[in-house]
Structure formats: structure tokens, C-alpha cells
């Protein structure tokens, strides 16, 4: 079993910590030994004032981080080999111990962050909170409270799922990605929170005419990506209280419905046409015929080809 990992992002400046640029970027500054040795950078955009990014790194010689912005900092350490490890968080203290598996480190915003590490090749992901462009920030509690070496299974599990659909190209993993961001930040909110986050007296809910509009919006674009922001957009609503309304009105999730749609009309065309079965994924909103047959599969027992012939 491997020992884990550490944090860092790509290259940048010396000076970059002093002018307060994001944690996965220009925050954190390699020390006196030169260039970093990033193999692997994915950076997100989960939603306004949410970012994500997942990356791999060797840190073979020693290496320092620094940060420190307007923006709160979670780290999780997901994979690796790692000798020595030494963080500090302004106000919080000082930590000398390797990270396990899954160790989260949260920086909140405005606080001064140091790390000095050792090891071999490492995976991480980071995620970054904008206090004034996350909605769930400006309606509930917008201070977060320093964690250091912290196990948390559920960020965990999330900030592993979204790495993994890092590069999936689809739309369902788009909107699969913006969903597992928005869980990500209200967790970190309600579990970490130094205010009890402010919650609505009545779960939010879809009047019968923004249900038809995203009805309308959904069947006409079922070809086409579909994103969460556009669907909140027709609601009149922010992002994570979309989900809730959907929920209530439709009885699935905004991606088990329109895979759900896109899939009913597949069998339609399927059952009444001989089209190539590629043709008819790329234009139900599939990204390929193998994504489709995966999804079909996972969703009737069967193949596209076999549904079309008992079907007949």
C-alpha cells in the first residue's frame, strides 16, 4: 500500500502567493530547486466561484508550497508516496506528519498556508471556494474553520469520483461534475462552517409552468449538451436548488432524466427504423455508439442491436 501524497499546483512565479491568485494556479510557488515536475493537470470549473482541479506530481527533491487568497482552499490527498510532509496554517499551527490516503487540508480564505515535502510521484485534487460567487456562500454561513490531516470518507469519495471524470467528455458527466461540486461545497459549509448555514424555510419547489419550460427545453435539446446552469437559468433558480426542486417534481435527477429521455427516444428509433445505431447515438446526445450500448446495456439488460431485433 502506497503512502500518500501532498499538494501542489503547476508552475508559476516566485512572487505568485503575494498577489493572491487561485490554489491550483499561481498560489503556490515551487522553491529554490527550480521547475516542477507536473505530469498531469486538469482544472475545472464546477460552477460560479467553484473550481476544481486534479493532478499528479514528482516530488522527488524537496519541494515548498505556499498560498494565500481570498478564496477558501481545500486539498485532498489522494495518492502517492511521500517521506516528510510539514504544514502550517496561519492561526492553526504547525503539523509534521505524512498524509494517509484521502487526509484533507482546508485552508480558509485569507489565511497564510506553508508546506514542505518529500517523496516520490503524487495525485491530489483541490478545490477552491470564491466566498463571493458561490451561492451557497451568500445564503448561509461563508467562514470555514482550518482543518489540518482531517479524514473526511465523504470528501473523499467525491474529490476521487470527480478526478475520475476529469476527462469525460459528455454532457451527463458535465452536469454528473457540477452536482458532485455543488454536494462538495455545501458539505464543506455544513460540516466546517464556523456560522450554522442559513436554510430555507420550505425546500424549494417547481411551479407548473417552470416544470413545462424545462420539460419544453430538455426534449428540444436531448441532441445537444444539456448543462445544470442552463436548467436553473429556466427555472429562475441557483444551481443547488434546482437539484432539490427537480427531485421533487420529476422524481430523478436532472441526469437520470434526460438519460432517461435520451434513451426512450433511442428505442423509438430503434423499434421503427433502420438507421445506424451510431447515427441514432450521436444524435440523441450520445457521444459514441460505445457510449450508448454502455449506457443502454447498464439501463435494459441489452444491446442496442438486440433490443432492435426483439423488438421486431
Same mark, same amino acid.
Given at each position: @500500500? ?30 529554490? *530547486? ?32 505556499? *498560498? $494565500? ?5 481545500? #486539498?485532498? &490527498? ?10 502550517? #496554517? ?9 498524509? !494517509?490516503?484521502?487526509? %484533507?487540508?482546508? /485552508? ?39 482543518? @489540518? ?6 470528501? &473523499?469519495?467525491?474529490? +476521487? ?6 476527462? $469525460? ?9 457540477? +452536482?458532485?461540486?455543488?454536494? %462538495?461545497?455545501? &458539505? ?37 449538451? #444539456?448543462? %445544470? ?5 429556466? +427555472? ?15 422524481? !430523478?435527477?436532472? /441526469?437520470?432524466?434526460? *438519460? ?7 428505442? *423509438?428509433? %430503434? ?42
Amino acid at each position: @500500500m502506497s503512502e500518500p501524497l501532498s499538494i501542489s499546483p503547476p508552475t508559476v512565479a516566485a512572487d505568485a502567493s503575494a498577489r493572491g491568485e487561485s490554489a491550483l494556479g499561481a498560489a503556490a510557488v515551487r522553491d529554490w *530547486l527550480g521547475v516542477r515536475r507536473l505530469s498531469f493537470n486538469r482544472e475545472l470549473t464546477l460552477a460560479p466561484g467553484l473550481e476544481f482541479a486534479f493532478a499528479s506530481e514528482s516530488i522527488a527533491e524537496p519541494t515548498q508550497w505556499r *498560498l $494565500q487568497h481570498d478564496r477558501h482552499t481545500l #486539498i485532498v &490527498h489522494l495518492d502517492g508516496s511521500m517521506r516528510r510532509l510539514d504544514t502550517r #496554517i496561519e492561526g492553526v499551527g504547525r503539523l509534521r506528519l505524512p498524509p !494517509a490516503a484521502g487526509d %484533507l487540508w482546508l /485552508i480558509p480564505a485569507g489565511r497564510r498556508y506553508q508546506g514542505e515535502a518529500l517523496g516520490g510521484e503524487i495525485a491530489y485534487a483541490e478545490l477552491t471556494i470564491d466566498p463571493a460567487r458561490f451561492g451557497p456562500c451568500r445564503d448561509g454561513a461563508a467562514d470555514l474553520a482550518a482543518r @489540518m490531516k482531517q479524514r473526511d470518507p465523504f470528501v &473523499h469519495g467525491l474529490a +476521487a469520483r470527480l478526478a475520475a471524470l476529469c476527462d $469525460q467528455g459528455d454532457d451527463l458527466a458535465a452536469m454528473l461534475r457540477e +452536482a458532485l461540486g455543488q454536494a %462538495l461545497g455545501l &458539505h464543506l459549509l455544513r460540516e466546517y462552517g464556523r456560522r450554522p448555514a442559513v436554510v430555507a424555510a420550505t425546500a424549494p419547489r417547481l411551479q407548473p409552468a417552470q416544470r413545462q419550460r424545462i420539460e419544453d427545453y430538455i426534449q428540444a435539446q436531448l441532441d445537444q449538451p #444539456i448543462r %445544470l446552469s442552463a436548467l436553473a437559468a429556466i +427555472a429562475g433558480l441557483s444551481v443547488h436548488r434546482l437539484l432539490v426542486a427537480f427531485r421533487a417534481a420529476f422524481g !430523478a435527477t436532472p /441526469i437520470q432524466y434526460v *438519460l432517461g429521455e435520451r434513451l426512450r427516444r433511442v428505442c *423509438l428509433r %430503434l423499434r421503427d427504423s433502420d438507421e445506424d445505431i451510431a447515427t441514432i447515438a450521436l444524435e440523441t446526445g450520445f457521444a459514441s455508439h460505445s457510449h450508448l450500448s454502455m449506457a443502454f446495456k447498464k439501463r435494459y439488460g441489452l444491446a442496442p442491436r438486440d433490443y432492435r431485433l426483439q423488438s421486431r
